[in-house]
C-alpha cells in the first residue's frame, strides 16, 4: 500500500509541532512554579508570617495538580471524539490567556484576600490546561510515529516540557535579580505576560498540523467511541491504575523544581536565588538531550527497563541532590542537580509518553493517558505542600523530604514490573490483549 502524500513528513511534523507546543505550554506552567517559590509569599500572602506564607504560597502550585484530573476527562473525552488536534490548539489558546491574567492580578496590599482567590482561579485554568495537553500531544506524535521508532518520535513531547522548563527558568534569572522593590512591583509580571506571544506562536504550529491516521481509520471504520471513559473502565481499568501509579514518578520534578529552590534559597541554607536558577536551567539543559537518547534505547531494548531505570535511580539521587544542598557547596548541588533531573530522572521522564500511550487503542487513548497521567500527577504537585510540611517548622529537614520523595518511586517500579511490554506491537494492534503465539508473530522488527 502506498503512503498517501498528506502523510509524507507527517511523524516529524507532529514530532516538531508537539516540541515547540509543549516547550511554549509548559513555559507558561514553570514560570509559575518559580514565582510561588521566590515571590509569591511576599505579594499574595501575608508577609508577617513567612513560613505560612511559603506554605500557602506551595499550595497554590499544587492546585493545577488537582484540577488536572478534572480536566482530563472533560478534554480525554473530547480528544477522543474530535480528534487530537483540536484539543491540542484548545490547551494552549487557555495556558496563555490564564497565565497572561495571573501577570495581571492585583497583590494583597492592593485588594486584600481576593489577591490569592483570584491566583488559585487562574492557577485552575492552568491545570485544566496542562490536563489535555500532554495526552493529545503524545497520541497525536505515537500514532503518526513509524511503529518501530514510537518511543523517539512521543519523547518529542517530554523534550519539549523540559524546554519550557528551561525556558522559563532562564526568563526567571534577569528578573530574579532585580532589586527587591522593582522585583516584587513589576518584574515578576514580566514572564507572565510574554505568555500571549507563546500562545499565538503556538497556534500558528498547530493548526497546521494533519489529524492522525490511527484516529482517522478508526472512525470511518468503526465510528468515534460516544462514551469514551465507559469503554475505558471496561476494559483498560488495570491499565488506567498502571499509568496512575507510573506517574507519581512526576513527584521528583515537582519536589526539584519547587521544595529544593525554596530550601536552598531559605535563610537555613543561604544560596542565591540566580545560582539555585542556574542549576536548574543546566539539569534541563541535559535532559533535553538525555530524553531522546533513552527513548532511542527504549525502541531497542523495551520500555520497561528504560522506565525502571528512572524510577527506581531517582529514588536514590534526590537523596543525594538534597543533602548536597543541605551541605550549602554549590558545585555540589550542580553536579548532583544534573545527575539527579537531568540523567537519571529524564529515563523515566523520556519513556513513559510511548508507555502509557502503548497501554490503550486507538479509540479510548487520550482518555486513558489523560486520566491516568493527571490523577497521578496530581499527587505529585502537592507532593510540594507535603514536603513543606514534612521538613518541619524550620524548612530544613531534607532527609525527611528525601526519603517522603524515594517512597513515591516505589508505585512507579510496581507499575512497570506489572505492565506488558509494548514495544514491538504494531500500532494498530495496541491495547489489544495479548494471545499467547499470535501475539507474538504480530511483532515489528527492532
Known amino acids: 500500500m502506498?503512503?498517501?502524500?498528506t502523510a509524507v513528513g507527517q511523524p516529524k511534523k507532529a514530532a516538531t509541532a508537539a516540541w515547540i507546543g509543549s516547550a511554549l505550554e509548559y513555559y507558561d506552567f514553570f514560570i509559575y512554579g518559580s514565582a510561588a517559590a521566590l515571590i509569591f509569599p511576599e505579594v499574595f500572602f501575608d508577609e508577617s508570617d513567612p513560613a505560612t506564607a511559603t506554605l500557602l504560597s506551595l499550595a497554590t502550585f499544587g492546585v493545577a495538580y488537582a484540577?488536572?484530573?478534572?480536566?482530563?476527562?472533560?478534554?480525554?473525552?473530547?480528544?477522543?471524539?474530535?480528534?487530537r488536534k483540536k484539543i491540542m490548539v484548545f490547551t494552549l489558546i487557555l495556558m496563555g490567556l490564564s497565565t497572561f491574567l495571573i501577570g495581571c492580578l492585583p497583590t494583597r496590599d492592593q485588594v486584600g484576600t481576593l489577591a490569592p482567590v483570584l491566583l488559585v482561579l487562574c492557577r485552575v485554568l492552568q491545570g485544566i490546561s496542562a490536563a489535555g495537553e500532554q495526552a493529545s500531544a503524545n497520541s497525536m506524535t505515537l500514532e503518526h510515529a513509524p511503529p518501530n521508532r514510537r518511543g523517539f518520535f512521543t519523547s518529542f513531547t517530554l523534550s519539549g516540557t523540559q524546554g519550557g522548563q528551561l525556558l522559563?527558568?532562564?526568563?526567571?534569572?534577569?528578573?530574579?535579580?532585580?532589586?527587591?522593590?522593582q522585583l516584587l512591583s513589576w518584574g515578576w509580571r514580566v514572564p507572565f505576560w510574554m505568555s500571549i506571544a507563546v500562545a499565538v506562536v503556538g497556534y500558528v504550529i498547530r493548526r497546521k498540523l494533519d489529524e492522525t491516521?490511527?484516529?482517522?481509520?478508526?472512525?470511518?471504520?468503526e465510528g468515534v467511541v460516544k462514551l469514551p471513559l465507559a469503554v475505558l473502565m471496561r476494559e483498560h481499568w488495570a491499565d488506567v491504575l498502571r499509568v496512575i501509579a507510573g506517574a507519581l514518578v512526576a513527584s521528583v520534578s515537582t519536589i526539584f523544581t519547587v521544595w529544593a529552590?525554596?530550601?536552598?534559597t531559605s535563610d537555613s541554607v543561604g544560596m542565591s536565588r540566580s545560582s539555585m536558577l542556574w542549576v536548574g536551567a543546566l539539569a534541563n539543559l541535559v535532559a533535553l538531550g538525555a530524553i531522546p537518547l533513552w527513548a532511542t534505547l527504549s525502541d531497542r531494548i523495551g520500555r520497561r527497563p528504560v522506565f525502571l531505570i528512572g524510577a527506581a535511580g531517582s529514588a536514590v539521587t534526590m537523596f543525594l541532590y538534597l543533602w548536597a544542598i543541605s551541605t550549602g557547596s554549590y558545585p555540589l548541588t550542580l553536579?548532583?542537580?544534573i545527575v539527579a533531573f537531568g540523567v537519571v530522572y529524564s529515563a523515566a521522564n523520556g519513556v513513559w509518553p510511548s508507555f502509557y500511550g502503548e497501554m490503550f487503542s486507538t479509540r479510548v487513548r487520550l482518555s486513558g493517558m489523560a486520566i491516568g497521567t493527571q490523577i497521578g500527577f496530581a499527587v505529585a504537585g502537592f507532593a510540594v505542600t507535603f514536603a513543606a510540611q514534612i521538613a518541619g517548622p524550620d524548612g530544613d529537614d531534607w532527609s525527611a523530604v528525601a526519603l517522603f520523595t524515594a517512597a513515591l518511586c516505589v508505585p512507579p517500579v510496581v507499575a512497570a514490573l506489572s505492565a506488558r511490554e509494548t514495544a514491538r506491537i504494531p500500532t494498530e494492534r495496541l491495547g489489544e490483549p495479548a494471545s499467547g503465539k499470535t501475539a507474538e508473530r504480530q511483532t515489528i522488527p527492532a
Open 2 to 5: 502506498s503512503v498517501p502524500d
Open 67 to 83: 484540577a488536572r484530573p478534572v480536566g482530563a476527562l472533560f478534554l480525554g473525552h473530547y480528544g477522543d471524539r474530535l480528534g
Open 168 to 181: 522559563a527558568t532562564l526568563v526567571f534569572i534577569p528578573v530574579a535579580a532585580l532589586p527587591e522593590e
Open 213 to 221: 491516521p490511527a484516529f482517522e481509520q478508526q472512525a470511518a471504520a
Open 261 to 264: 529552590l525554596s530550601y536552598a
Open 335 to 337: 553536579v548532583l542537580g
